[in-house]
C-alpha cells in the first residue's frame, strides 16, 4: 500500500509541477502578445459561445464573478468587449465581442496554438493521444464541486 501511495504522489507532484510550468509559458506567450491568459480565456469563450451575460460567462470559466467583472471592465476599456443590457434581467449585462476584440482572440488562438506545439511537440501523435485519454479518464473519476478534497 505504502508503494501505491508514493506512485500516486509522484504521478500527482509531477502533475502539478507540468501544470505551473504550461501556465506560467502559456501566460507569457500571451502576454507578450498583449493579454493576460485570464482574458484570453473570456475572449475566447465569447468566440465560441457569442454574447451572454457575465454571470454565465462566469460559470463557464469556473471564476468568481467578481474576476469576471473586473477582466470584462479591462476588457472594455481596451475596446476588445462591449456591453448591453440583458433584455430578460435588467440587473444583469450581456458581454459581447467587438471586432476588435474578435481580432484579439485569433491572435490569442494564434499564440497558443504555438505555446501548446512547444509545450507538447516533442511528444508523438500516439504519446499526446494517450496522454488525453489519460486526463480525460482521471477528470472523468473526479467528484465535481469548487474542493474536491472537502467531499
Do not use: W
Not at 463557464?60 to 476588445?80: I, K, M
Amino acid at each position: 500500500m505504502a508503494s501505491r501511495d508514493a506512485v500516486q504522489l509522484e504521478v500527482g507532484q509531477a502533475y502539478f509541477e507540468l501544470y505551473h510550468q504550461v501556465h506560467r509559458i502559456v501566460d507569457q506567450a500571451m502576454g507578450a502578445a498583449g493579454l493576460s491568459l485570464a482574458r484570453a480565456k473570456v475572449l475566447m469563450r465569447l468566440q465560441d459561445r457569442g454574447p451572454m451575460n457575465q454571470s454565465t460567462l462566469a460559470g463557464l470559466l469556473g471564476y468568481a464573478p467578481r474576476s469576471v467583472t473586473d477582466t470584462v471592465d479591462a476588457l472594455e476599456r481596451d475596446g476588445l468587449v462591449a456591453r448591453t443590457d440583458d433584455e430578460n434581467d435588467r440587473r444583469a449585462r450581456i458581454v459581447a465581442l467587438t471586432p476588435a476584440g474578435r481580432d484579439a482572440c485569433e491572435t490569442a488562438r494564434t499564440v497558443r496554438n504555438q505555446a501548446m506545439d512547444e509545450i507538447f511537440g516533442s511528444l508523438t501523435v500516439r504519446e499526446r493521444g494517450t496522454l488525453v485519454e489519460l486526463l480525460a479518464k482521471i477528470r472523468t473519476n473526479l467528484p465535481t464541486g469548487e474542493n474536491p478534497c472537502a467531499q
